[in-house]
């Protein structure tokens, strides 16, 4: 195993355990939740094989599901997520493609790059796992008071994690 892979192997486990210990509890006017994991399947690398994706995004939800007796939802989410993930890659390929081995990060691609790639991934995420969570529009616009207010919480606290790594 390479020192990427043990790389990746290790941000699993700490974005995970991140998510559980502390991102769990921090939560804004009871309506903006902080589910920072889902960042973990956006920075692997654009090279990585589809089913690996699927299947790490599915360990990663249900791992979380665990911890939030949610049932399955979070992993619901995080695998429509890591399925939509390489065809959105590949519809806001820059010009000159991406380099071979690189990862979808803020430190490679910049924040205008990274925001317009996250945020509708993230907004996806959060719909799914919100209004299925709801069981339906009932209370629509209190789920999407929930949907904004956790996009733009989690953005914040993605695009900061993205800013530390990048002073490493």
Known sequence: MN????????????????QVLFFKR??????????????FILILPISINQLSLLLVAF????????????????AMSLVAVAYLRNYWLSAITPQGGYDSGTSPTLAANGF?????YSAPLVFIHHLLLFFVEAGGFHNFWFTLSKVIGSLFFTL?????????QRQR
């Open 3 to 18: 020192r990427s892979a043990i790389r990746y192997v290790v941000l699993f486990f700490v974005y995970g355990f991140a």
């Open 26 to 39: 921090l939560v804004l006017f009871d309506r903006a939740f902080c589910l920072v994991y889902v960042s």
């Open 59 to 74: 360990l990663l939800g249900v791992g979380i599901d665990v911890f939030y007796d949610s049932l399955g939802l979070h």
């Open 112 to 116: 205008p790059w990274f925001a317009l």
């Open 156 to 164: 914040t606290v993605m695009f900061l994690l993205q800013y530390l």
